[in-house]
């Protein structure tokens, strides 16, 4: 189904009102905190990635603690959020080019966060939108992928190519509600295996609803 201008409208409006508490579930109290738990949250759970931080950001929190931290330790401390062995490596190298190229900020453009090991767009977005409250683009991850598809706002199965889609029909004033809501409605309605279709409040726009 392809949905009107109005209709987007009301669909937006229909999910801010069934999810009023949507926000980033990532806890952090500075910049490079979120990059580092953005990091952590690929392939886990954000639940899982806010138990493991509190005890390693009360040790190391800024660029500078980062780049400098051994890199066995930085392992294991991040062990419990999978794929260490590789998250720790591009933490590490992320606080140095923070901290050789930024003046050890982090900085505040798409194309200067997607410089830095491992951040994609998609992580950008998180940090642009989050620290900054720059809505850029739409960060499209397993649900926003789901959902679009599903619903039929996109039929690609890139998130980079999801994510035009989106923008293009998303009013700007809608950008940084939409990652929200769709990692909300996925989690709690919009399930991968099991979606609860006759409990969805945008039942009536979606393409594949099973009622
Ligand atoms: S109707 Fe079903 S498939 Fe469509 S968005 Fe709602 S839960 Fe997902």
């Given at each position: 189904?392809?949905?009107?201008?109005?209709?987007?409208?009301?669909?937006?409006?229909?999910?801010?009102?069934?999810?009023?508490?949507?926000?980033?579930?990532?806890?952090?109290?500075?910049?490079?905190?979120?990059?580092?738990?953005?990091?952590?949250?690929?392939?886990?759970?954000?639940?899982?990635?806010?138990?493991?931080?509190?005890?390693?950001?009360?040790?190391?929190?800024?660029?500078?603690?980062?780049?400098?931290?051994?890199?066995?330790?930085?392992?294991?401390?991040?062990?419990?959020?999978?794929?260490?062995?590789?998250?720790?490596?591009?933490?590490?190298?992320?606080?140095?080019?923070?901290?050789?190229?930024?003046?050890?900020?982090?900085?505040?453009?798409?194309?200067?966060?997607?410089?830095?090991?491992?951040?994609?767009?998609?992580?950008?977005?998180?940090?642009?939108?989050?620290?900054?409250?720059?809505?850029?683009?739409?960060?499209?991850?397993?649900?926003?992928?789901?959902?679009?598809?599903?619903?039929?706002?996109?039929?690609?199965?890139?998130?980079?190519?999801?994510?035009?889609?989106?923008?293009?029909?998303?009013p700007k004033e809608f950008l940084k509600d939409?990652?929200?809501?769709?990692?909300?409605?996925?989690?709690?309605?919009?399930?991968?295996?099991?979606?609860?279709?006759?409990?969805?409040?945008?039942?009536?726009?979606?393409?594949?609803?099973?009622?």
């Amino acid at each position: 189904m392809k949905l009107n201008k109005n209709e987007i409208i009301d669909f937006v409006n229909i999910l801010k009102q069934t999810y009023p508490d949507a926000t980033c579930s990532l806890d952090f109290s500075t910049p490079f905190e979120l990059v580092v738990a953005v990091m952590l949250s690929a392939q886990c759970t954000d639940e899982r990635v806010n138990k493991t931080t509190p005890s390693i950001f009360a040790k190391y929190s800024t660029p500078y603690d980062f780049a400098n931290i051994e890199l066995s330790e930085l392992e294991q401390l991040i062990h419990p959020c999978g794929f260490y062995k590789n998250k720790a490596k591009n933490i590490k190298a992320c606080a140095q080019k923070i901290v050789k190229d930024f003046n050890g900020v982090v900085p505040q453009t798409m194309e200067e966060l997607t410089s830095l090991p491992g951040v994609g767009r998609k992580s950008a977005n998180v940090i642009l939108l989050e620290v900054f409250g720059i809505a850029e683009g739409i960060a499209v991850d397993t649900h926003a992928k789901r959902i679009s598809n599903r619903i039929g706002l996109s039929s690609e199965t890139t998130p980079e190519k999801i994510e035009q889609d989106l923008i293009k029909l998303f009013p700007k004033e809608f950008l940084k509600d939409i990652n929200h809501l769709f990692v909300w409605h996925g989690r709690k309605t919009c399930d991968a295996r099991n979606p609860k279709c006759n409990e969805c409040s945008v039942r009536n726009y979606c393409n594949s609803a099973k009622i």
